[in-house]
């Protein structure tokens, strides 16, 4: 691949993303396009498998947070910018040499597209990289999940079975890719190393042999189940274990429930995003509870005790001082949520005065009688005066 591969090519129009696209986007793009035209699927097409590099040849660039911004200035300046210095201006990662400088297959990133499966143990690995440059221990691919949980249970914490699904070996094939009965059979062009050797320029270069693409076995009837990729989705249940007290959007870890690692590697992990559910009446801000609770007029001016209810059962008395206005917060020490260290948050309670709808009979007469008595008080004497001061 040359400099000039990076102004002609239009890697987000190979993978049909948006020139913003989010890593995820670019991600499933790639998954999607490369699983269509496997050459394993689409044995001796060779549009499809033109078709592949192209899309493989985008998502190594793009997938790459470094490569993507190159190529994006690359584009954005020019190969003057490119050459000259520029931003961007540095050539190391496009030389010969570079994961680009022989065949494309050897840059293919095969783990995003088959990233938890360990098929690179059960296969041998599809392609040239991995017979060219040996396997490697790798981690599997984290994933992603989201629940959603009550309100108590956000408040007690809870175990969650969660279903995850991911790219395993093909269930009705073992992940060889031939049709059951039939199996796969050592490759004649490369003996089943998997790899050729090109010269160019007085250099050997190896590459992925064409016959097998490197996996260095031939299937010669494809399984239906899989047309030949070896791939499958594996449903599991993982139980998640949510902490007391856990907040609307945390993103919890846990630990090796990810994709499977390849080639003895560990497994990558599960992280799951929590969504609470509103609680009709109680609310959060912090490690404090929130309740909203309604007095009559008479209790807030002349103090009252009223009956209020906690997340843990049992009411607690809270003490409405004479003269309460409404909208004040009244704090019950600890009766919010848990902490870590075994403390807990406050209950705040928020005073709102109600008012009747409808008032008659002796309640009228004397709310009539209240009003004449307080006639010479007008809350709203320094109102007009202060809006006037600016
Ligand atoms: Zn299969
Ligand atoms: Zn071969």
Redesign the pocket.
């Known amino acids: 691949m040359s400099t000039r591969d990076y102004l002609e090519k239009n890697y987000y129009e190979a993978l049909g993303v948006a020139k913003d696209a989010d890593a995820d986007t670019i991600k499933k793009a790639y998954r999607k396009l490369a699983r269509k035209h496997h050459p394993d699927a689409n044995a001796g097409d060779a549009a499809a498998e033109e078709k592949f590099k192209e899309v493989s040849e985008a998502y190594d660039v793009l997938s790459d947070e470094d490569k993507r911004r190159e190529y994006d200035e690359m584009r954005a300046y020019g190969a003057a910018g490119f050459s000259g210095g520029g931003p961007g201006g540095h050539a190391g990662p496009f030389g010969a040499g570079s994961p680009f400088g022989a065949g494309s297959y050897q840059s293919v990133n095969l783990d995003d597209l088959f990233g938890d499966s360990g098929l690179g143990a059960t296969l041998g690995g599809l392609f040239g990289g991995r017979g060219a440059t040996g396997r490697r221990a790798r981690k599997g691919a984290d994933l992603d999940a989201e629940v959603t949980v009550g309100f108590r249970d956000a408040v007690d914490g809870t175990v969650l079975p969660l279903r995850v699904s991911t790219d395993g070996p093909c269930q009705t094939c073992g992940g060889t890719g031939a049709k059951p009965g039939t199996s796969p059979h050592t ?10 050797v090109r010269e160019q320029g007085g250099f050997g270069f190896a590459e992925a ?10 299937v010669d009837e494809p399984c239906p189940a899989c047309r030949g990729i070896g791939v499958g989705q594996q449903t599991r249940t993982v139980q998640v274990r949510l902490p007391a007290g856990v907040k609307d959007g945390a993103r919890i870890r846990v630990k090796g429930k990810g994709g499977g690692g390849q080639a003895g590697g560990p497994p990558g992990d599960l992280f799951v995003t929590v969504h609470v559910r509103r609680h009709p009446v109680f609310g959060r801000k912090g490690d404090n509870l929130t309740l909203t609770v309604p007095v009559t007029f008479p209790e807030a001016a002349l103090g009252a005790n009223v009956s209020v209810p906690t997340l843990d059962g049992d009411p607690v008395t809270v003490k409405i001082p004479a003269g309460t206005p409404s909208g004040r917060t009244l704090r019950v020490r600890g009766r919010g949520f848990r902490r870590g260290d075994a403390s807990r948050g406050d209950l705040l309670v928020t005073v709102d005065v109600a008012v009747p709808q409808r008032i008659d009979g002796g309640a009228k007469d004397a709310l009539q009688a209240y009003r004449d008595a307080t006639a010479d008080h007008d809350p709203r004497i320094d109102l007009i005066a202060n809006a006037a001061k600016e």
């Open positions: 490759c004649s062009s490369c003996n089943g190393s998997g790899q050729s042999c064409r016959a097998c693409h490197g996996r260095g076995v031939v």
